[in-house]
C-alpha cells in the first residue's frame, strides 16, 4: 500500500461526477453513478474477485473467498459511490500538497484558503500528504476514500496470500447522501455475518451510535384579502409560521448543540400570506427524546389551532432512521475486533456518536449489523474537504487486520 497507489486510485474515483439528486425517484437517483458502478465492477473482476454482481439499481457485490479451512465469520465492508448535492463535484481539479508545512493552503481555482487557524485539524497532520479540492467543488473524499481503501485492502489481501482470512464481501452502494443507500441494499444476497460502513472522518473514528432522525413539514393557511379592507379578515400564515417558529427552544438547534444532545433544525421556508411551508429535521440519540420532541411539535400545531376558529397548521412526520446503538449492542465484539485492529497498528481509536446518520444504521435494522470506520476525509460536503493519503493507507491497514484477526484461531 504505496502512497502513489492510493492516490492514483482515488484521483481515478473522484474524477467520475457522481452527485445524487433528491428529487429523482429513481435508483440510482442520477444516471451518472452507474459510470463508478460499472467501473468499480469492471476492476473488481479484473483484481480477482469472486461472484461479482451489479444490480438494476447499480449496488456492485463482490467476494474474496476464505483461504483457511476452518470456520472464520463473514465480514462485509460498504462504501457509497454517490457525492452529496449540496455543493458540486463536477470537474474536481484535486491539489496534492506534499509534506505538508502546516501552514495555510490557498485553494487555487478560487480565493478561498484552507487554514488551520480556522480548520484546526490540519494541524495534525503536518509533514504528510494532503489531497484538497482547488475551491471551486468539494473533493468526494465522502466516500470516495472509502472506496479506494476497501479496493486498496482486498487488492493486497489478494497480492498476499499468506495473510490468512475468513470470507470478505464488499458492496458500493449508490445514494447515501439522500437517505437511501440502504433501501434496495440485498442483505440476503450479501451473506455477511456484520460488516462495517468505511465512512467516518478524521483517523481512528469507530463509529456505532448515531442519531434517530425524522423530517417534518408543517403548514400553515391563512386568508388573503385585499390588504385596504383586511382588518378582522385577513389571517398572515407567515406570522403564524413565525409564532411558531419562536415557540421552539432557541439553544435546541444545530448550531448550539454536540454530543449526544438532540435538536430541532429549520432547513427552509416557503411562504406567502395565505400558505408557509416549515421543513424541520428531527435529531436525539435518546428515543424516548426523539420521541418526546415529535411531540413537542405536534402539540404546538395543535395550539396554534386552538387560537383560531378555523385549523390553521398541520403537520407531516416521517421517521427517517434509527440509531443503531440497540442493534450493535448485542454484538459488540464487531467494534471490540475493530478496536483491536486500531490499537495492533497504533491508531488511537476515537469512539464517539454519530451526529447523523449512516447506511449502517439502516442496515443494521435490516439485519446485517454495521458499525462505521474512518475513512480519513475531512470538511465533507463543501470546498474546504481534504483527506491526508497517510489516512487512507491506515484505514486500508484497519481492513486487512480485522480480516486477519477475525481468523485468528
Known amino acids: 500500500m504505496t502512497h502513489s497507489e492510493i492516490i492514483e486510485r482515488f484521483l481515478s474515483y473522484i474524477t467520475i461526477d457522481t452527485e445524487s439528486d433528491p428529487i429523482s425517484t429513481t435508483t440510482p437517483s442520477t444516471e451518472k453513478q452507474w459510470d463508478l458502478a460499472r467501473k468499480l465492477h469492471q476492476e473488481l473482476i479484473a483484481m480477482g474477485m469472486q461472484d461479482v454482481s451489479i444490480d438494476d439499481n447499480a449496488y456492485v457485490m463482490a467476494t474474496l ?4 479451512d ?3 465469520p463473514v465480514i462485509g465492508f460498504i462504501s457509497h459511490f454517490d457525492s452529496t448535492p449540496d455543493f458540486t463535484g463536477k470537474n474536481i481539479k484535486p491539489q496534492i500538497i506534499e509534506n505538508y508545512d502546516g501552514g495555510d493552503i490557498a485553494l487555487k481555482g478560487s480565493d478561498r484558503v484552507l487554514s488551520p487557524d480556522y480548520f484546526e485539524d490540519l494541524k495534525q497532520y503536518k509533514g504528510q500528504t494532503l489531497i484538497t479540492t482547488d475551491g471551486t467543488t468539494l473533493l468526494a473524499a465522502d466516500d470516495k476514500a472509502g472506496i479506494t481503501e476497501i479496493m486498496t485492502a482486498v487488492k493486497h489481501l489478494i497480492d498476499h496470500p499468506e495473510i490468512k482470512h475468513g470470507t470478505i464481501k464488499v458492496a458500493f452502494t449508490p445514494d447515501e447522501e439522500i437517505g437511501r443507500g440502504a433501501h434496495k441494499f440485498d442483505v440476503k444476497a450479501f451473506g455477511a455475518d456484520w460488516a462495517y ?12 451510535e448515531n442519531f434517530n432522525a425524522a423530517g417534518a413539514v408543517v403548514t400553515f393557511t391563512g386568508k388573503i384579502v385585499h390588504p385596504g379592507y383586511a382588518k378582522g379578515k385577513m389571517i398572515n400564515s407567515m406570522y403564524i409560521a413565525t409564532s411558531f417558529i419562536e415557540s421552539l427552544p432557541r439553544l435546541e438547534t444545530p448550531e448550539h448543540t454536540e454530543g449526544y444532545q438532540g435538536f430541532f433544525h429549520l432547513h427552509d421556508i416557503k411562504g406567502a400570506v395565505e ?4 421543513h424541520y429535521i428531527i435529531r436525539d440519540h435518546d428515543a424516548d427524546h426523539f420521541a418526546a420532541r415529535k411531540n413537542v411539535l405536534r402539540k404546538l400545531v395543535n395550539d396554534m389551532n386552538a387560537q383560531y376558529d378555523q385549523p390553521v397548521a398541520s403537520i407531516e412526520i416521517t421517521d427517517q432512521y434509527y440509531n443503531m446503538r440497540e442493534k450493535i449492542a448485542p454484538v459488540m465484539h ?11 497498528l497504533d491508531i488511537e481509536p476515537i469512539i464517539k456518536p454519530i451526529r447523523g446518520g449512516t447506511d449502517g444504521s439502516q442496515l443494521s435494522y435490516m439485519g446485517l449489523p454495521c458499525p462505521n470506520i474512518f475513512a480519513g476525509g475531512h470538511n465533507f460536503h463543501g470546498p474546504y474537504e481534504y483527506v491526508p ?9 484497519v481492513i486487512v487486520r480485522i ?3 477475525a481468523a485468528l484461531k
Not at 468505511?198 to 469507530?206: A, F, T
Not at 464487531?334 to 495492533?344: C, K, N, Q
Open 275 to 278: 400558505k408557509t411551508e416549515l
Open 65 to 68: 473467498p476464505s483461504n483457511v
Open 389 to 397: 493519503v497517510e489516512s487512507m493507507i491506515a484505514a486500508s491497514k
Open 197 to 208: 460502513t468505511m465512512d467516518g472522518s478524521q483517523i481512528g473514528e469507530l463509529e456505532y
Open 334 to 344: 464487531i467494534v471490540e475486533l475493530a478496536e483491536r485492529a486500531m490499537r495492533d
Open 70 to 72: 476452518y470456520h472464520v
Open 403 to 405: 480480516a486477519e484477526l
